[in-house]
């Protein structure tokens, strides 16, 4: 049933469990006080048009109008139900569960403790972006994914909540406690406690590090608990927006610059207000590396065991783009390290699961490259984006303890050192375009170094009023 007009709303019946529905209307102040606190800086008082989940119909769920963010519906749907039975691991042809086995409760718990805390990481690392954005198309971007990574926490306190008692309650409580980039309490993975300090980074996060969530999302949507596989499966639809505000937001940026560029060959695009395109690549380098290691190590037991149990596929693992759902008789071979060599090593496939994954996520993020540089083509300007290879820059896995160039060359720690700033956003390249960011709020106008989106939201124009500011209603 949907409850709608519910404080909580919800496709859950939430009216008829009582004891959930009190535990969570009590999580809510709390949720609300982190969001005061640690949620977009300002603009609370102002009508923002968003869309706001009202039902999970294909098609039929974006509800879009102007709300103030404290007031927007955080609600928790589950897509309907699609599958009886597990689709792969040990546990294949069984029925999917609507309770959690015990013996799976810790890994469980961990999966959905780990996927949660990166949602409201997220917010907070954007929280002060409001105050430099190039247009209020883009304004009003920001907080609609804001406001969703918001209701995404609540999808998996729902869940904690619901499935596991006592702890889950605690695990709720310590998410809106941590917070991210903090000395003592930082947030779970790695990329969620880098800073965010300009629309830059929050392009390239929404390209890249929303991506890894859209994997991971994916791998969770094929779970056999049922409840999660549900919940992900809508959140995905979320997901969507997000990928396309950092892809096409990318894609602006190298279309204004090629313009620039176009006008004047010979000219610095920084004496014309524009982002060069190699300064958009070391940022691309930077947040591409932080966001593969989200993907865990290439060998993980833990991914091992995930996949042995039911709890997570691989991507599109029941949408035919694997045969084999029980992945025992197959290797993965991959490249490591050996001393000052490179070497390969075979692992068996279940325990290569990450890297499988990855490889899924990787062959989106070219998609995505080849399509900006059409830009550059189109317009002349030979330049061409490059993802960095898998060995560069990295935080976890076999290549964490050594240092690479983009292109995958093996670098002693001096030279590492003395060409970083040419691989990975310098002090200066971070100045320069902290420099451009200057707040532009004026219904139809746009900074000086990101080109107009080719359509607004909603089938608006794009100098439709997308945030009505309090003070000047
Ligand atoms: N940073 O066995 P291994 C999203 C730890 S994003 C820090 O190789 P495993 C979103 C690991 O925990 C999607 N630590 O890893 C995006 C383990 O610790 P212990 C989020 C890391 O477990 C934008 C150890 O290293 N969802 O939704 O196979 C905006 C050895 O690890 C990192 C999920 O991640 C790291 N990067 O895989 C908003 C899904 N990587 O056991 C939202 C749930 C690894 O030694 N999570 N470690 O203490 C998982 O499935 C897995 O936890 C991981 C790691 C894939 C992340
Ligand atoms: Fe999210
Ligand atoms: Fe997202």
Not at 76 to 91: E, K, Q, V, W, Y
Not at 163 to 185: I, N, P, T, V
Request: include cysteine; glycine fraction near 8%; proline fraction near 4%.
């Amino acid at each position: 049933m949907l409850e709608l007009d519910a404080k909580i709303p919800n496709n859950v019946d939430l009216s008829t469990d009582r004891k959930l529905q009190r535990a969570l209307e009590s999580w809510q102040p709390s949720f609300i006080d982190w969001w005061q606190d640690m949620g977009p800086e300002g603009f609370q008082q102002d009508n923002i048009y968003l869309r706001t989940a009202i039902s999970v119909e294909p098609g039929g769920w974006a509800n879009f109008d102007y709300v103030k963010m404290p007031d927007y519906r955080w609600g928790i749907f589950l897509a309907p139900p699609s599958r009886d039975t597990i689709g792969f691991g040990d546990n294949m042809g069984k029925a999917v569960w609507d309770a959690v086995p015990g013996d799976m409760r810790k890994e469980l718990r961990r999966i959905i403790v780990t996927q949660a805390d990166t949602e409201p990481a997220s917010v907070e690392q954007q929280r002060l972006l409001g105050k430099t954005a190039p247009s209020l198309y883009d304004l009003r971007n920001l907080f609609q994914v804001n406001v969703e990574e918001g209701r995404h926490l609540w999808a998996m306190v729902y869940l904690l909540h619901s499935y596991f008692g006592r702890d889950g309650r605690e695990e709720a409580e310590e998410l809106l406690e941590r917070r991210s980039g903090h000395a003592d309490s930082p947030r779970i993975l790695g990329a969620f406690n880098e800073p965010i300090t300009n629309w830059l980074d929050f392009f390239c996060f929404t390209m890249f590090t929303d991506r890894d969530g859209k994997y991971q999302l994916a791998a969770l949507a094929e779970s056999a608990f049922d409840p999660l596989a549900r919940t992900t499966q809508f959140m995905l639809t979320e997901e969507a927006h997000h990928l396309f505000v950092g892809e096409t937001g990318i894609g602006r940026i190298i279309d204004r610059t090629t313009d620039l560029m176009q006008q004047d060959k010979n000219e610095d695009v920084r004496n014309l207000g524009g982002l060069p395109l190699d300064m958009v690549q070391r940022f691309i380098n930077k947040w591409y590396s932080l966001s593969l290691d989200l993907f865990g190590g290439e060998d993980s037991s833990n991914a091992a065991a995930y996949f042995a149990l039911g709890l997570k596929g691989r991507y599109k693992e029941q949408g035919g783009r694997y045969e084999d759902h029980v992945a025992l008789e197959q290797h993965y071979t991959y490249d490591v390290v050996e001393g000052e060599k490179m070497a390969q090593r075979e692992i068996p496939m279940r325990r290569a699961m990450n890297l499988v994954l990855r490889d899924a996520y990787v062959e989106d993020c070219e998609r995505a490259l080849r399509k900006w540089n059409s830009i550059c083509k189109k317009k002349g300007i030979a330049f061409e984006f490059t993802l960095p290879s898998e060995r560069f820059h990295r935080g976890q896995g076999v290549f964490s303890a050594t240092h690479f160039d983009p292109s995958g060359n093996m670098l002693g720690n001096d030279v590492w050192q003395a060409k970083r700033d040419d691989y990975l956003p310098s002090e200066h390249d971070v100045a320069y375009v902290e420099s451009l960011m200057v707040a532009e709020y004026e219904p139809g106008k746009i900074a000086g170094w990101i080109a107009e989106p080719k359509a607004g939201i909603n089938r608006q124009a794009f100098d439709f009023p997308y945030v009505r500011f309090a003070n000047q209603e």
